[in-house]
């Protein structure tokens, strides 16, 4: 008899279906001992025919085999995507690219994480854009027209020789003062607004407040434009508009973190959120870049056109956005956990290792305290609050921020006065401190994830922002040489802290175990920590402009003393990381000692 290896390969291919055809109409007997002899019948045929090396026939098998489970896992895909496709949660642009993409996608989970890294990074890039336009339109608003040709056919009146050319009414030497008043105004409702949106964003589908909220920040950013070409010059029009826009912006961060937050869990989360919180930043260079594009033509387009952008990507959140992982049939991250960073042991190991995180060593007596947490009932204020480290991160974040707005609505302004700057010039040299930014933000979030010591990682960047902030103000009217490097280690030493407090830390906070599974707690965290720190903001810009009226020199002394209280905020959380920390290292000898 012929060996199976002799018969031609049409052959054994017949042959094969033959047998196939057999075995399924033939019944088959179901009893274990029936079971264990075919197997072993089967080995044995196989044994008596394989040849040292793989076939033609084993190799022509496992082909079949794979090609057949590879059909599997596709069908199981489009099965998967025609139900979530059919999922009212989730929106019409993410149909169309789950048919274009995602049935060749081997890991949809590490997709679906990119995919909102990026696009939530988009989204609030163009928010902060929307912001700075108004920073760099203060120097036309009120300007010195002494050495201005005014325009042919101008009649100028003697009394307004110098400021003929300024807008009214920032045309006057009160002109500090009004400008303080808006951003004061804008800040303050930004705050307000902050406090609530976050539980209207628990309570709500988040796309649709996302867009509302952008769509309608972006039509009040057009508003203030609109003044250039309408012909205001109302004050009144102006505190409207910043009081409207203020709490539309409010909507944006509380529901970006939260949807970050629902797709990623604990894992680096000081590396990721460092490098995406550098929207923040970006935003504001694109924003000072764009308002310089029309600030010495139609200011009223340094408004119009960011705010145009912002509308479009409104509508862009309402078509690509995806709440969460199981609204495209994923499993939801592991948010609770152990409640530490990497490299942050819990409380219970920190005997053994010593190595205690500030916002995770009081996890046991917060759990006891809050034990009638419900998974599925939004979080009040007061019991956030309580989540320890809330109060110590919201305080701190109030000076941080406060110091960080004063140099994002007046660093342009300062360049002019000491550098004698065009105001476009200005502009663009004041996206270098957000450029700094951008570095301290990630570089704050590596030395956090690989130390486990946020608060230790803030008060340091602390200490060293004072001298920096000292420098700065000796040294800015030295040249544009000098300027650029002092503005890139302050953009680097004032926004790294902001960045990880308002990211990393407000995430990890809003995922504690004393929540003990609540998933819609985060964005009421982020809203307190944040709102605390946009009071900050409000008051910050508000104090220097009034102070800046006497000098910079008393302005920047100020925001030394606010980076001084920020670290005192922190005190006593970088005193349970250090003791931690030494802990750890006499646990390490006392193991390593023989």
């Known amino acids: 008899m012929k060996s199976l290896l002799q018969i031609p390969r049409r052959s054994r291919a017949k042959f094969s279906d033959y047998v196939q055809d057999h075995r399924t109409s033939t019944p088959r007997l179901s009893s274990p001992e029936s079971d264990e002899m075919e197997s072993y019948s089967s080995q044995q045929r196989i044994a008596s025919v394989e040849p040292d090396e793989p076939s033609e026939t084993t190799t022509f098998l496992a082909s079949e085999r794979r090609h057949t489970s590879r059909s599997k ?295 006891k305290a809050l034990t009638d947490a419900d998974e599925d009932k939004p979080i009040s204020l007061f019991r956030a609050i309580r989540i320890p480290g809330v109060i110590e991160f919201s305080l701190c974040l109030f000076f941080a921020k406060a110091v960080s707005y004063t140099f994002l609505l007046w660093l342009p302004r300062f360049i002019q006065d000491t550098s004698n700057v065009q105001n476009d010039v200005a502009a663009d040299l004041s996206a270098i401190f957000d450029a700094g930014g951008i570095v301290g933000g990630i570089l704050a979030g590596v030395i956090s994830d690989s130390t486990g010591g946020s608060a230790t990682v803030c008060g340091g960047m602390f200490v060293l922002a004072a001298p920096s902030l000292y420098l700065l103000f000796l040294y800015a009217g030295s040249g544009i040489k000098a300027l650029i490097p002092l503005l890139l280690v302050s953009g680097l030493l004032i926004n790294g802290p902001y960045a990880l407090i308002t990211t990393a830390v407000s995430t990890d906070l809003g995922t504690h175990p004393s929540l003990t599974g609540n998933s819609k707690a985060l964005a009421t965290v982020t809203a307190i920590i944040d709102g605390t720190g946009s009071m900050g903001a409000a008051f910050g810009p508000m104090a220097a402009g009034l102070i800046a009226a006497g000098g910079w020199g008393a302005t920047f002394y100020s925001l030394i003393a606010a980076q001084v209280v920020a670290l005192l905020c922190l005190g006593r959380l970088i005193y349970r990381e250090m003791k931690g920390w030494i802990a750890a290292r006499r646990s390490r000898r006392a193991l390593r000692a023989p």
């Open 73 to 367: 896992d596709r069908r199981r895909m489009n099965n998967l995507i025609a139900t979530t496709t059919g999922n009212r949660n989730v929106p019409v642009g993410v149909r169309i690219v789950q048919r274009l993409c995602i049935p060749n996608v081997v890991n949809r989970m590490m997709w679906y994480r990119v995919y909102i890294l990026v696009l939530t990074f988009f989204l609030y890039a163009v928010y902060h854009m929307s912001r700075r336009p108004l920073s760099v339109v203060k120097n036309v608003l009120h300007q010195n027209c002494t050495g201005l040709l005014p325009p042919p056919g101008t009649t100028i009146d003697p009394a307004r020789n110098k400021t003929w050319c300024s807008w009214k009414p920032f045309e006057q030497d009160n002109s500090q003062e009004l400008f303080a008043g808006l951003d004061f105004t804008y800040w303050l409702a930004y705050a307000v607004g902050m406090f609530f949106t976050g539980h209207i964003a628990e309570r709500t589908n988040l796309r649709n407040f996302l867009s509302i909220g952008m769509i309608g920040a972006g039509l009040w950013t057009i508003c203030f434009g609109m003044a250039f070409f309408w012909d205001i010059h109302s004050f009144s029009y102006f505190v409207a508009v910043q009081v409207f826009g203020g709490v539309f912006q409010s909507t944006g961060w509380p529901s970006v973190v939260t949807l970050v937050g629902n797709w990623f869990g604990k894992k680096r989360l000081g590396l990721i959120f460092g490098i995406w919180n550098s929207h923040t930043s970006v935003g504001n260079i694109l924003g000072a870049l764009l308002a310089g594009t029309w600030v010495n033509s139609q200011w009223g387009y340094s408004f119009i056109v960011p705010g145009m952008i912002i509308c479009v990507m409104g509508v862009v959140s309402y078509l690509f956005v995806i709440v969460r992982p199981e609204d495209v049939g994923l499993d939801p991250p592991d948010h609770v956990g152990d409640g530490v960073t990497p490299g942050a042991p819990s409380i219970e190991s920190s005997e053994e290792y010593g190595r205690v995180n500030s916002i995770s060593s009081s996890s046991s007596m917060a759990s």
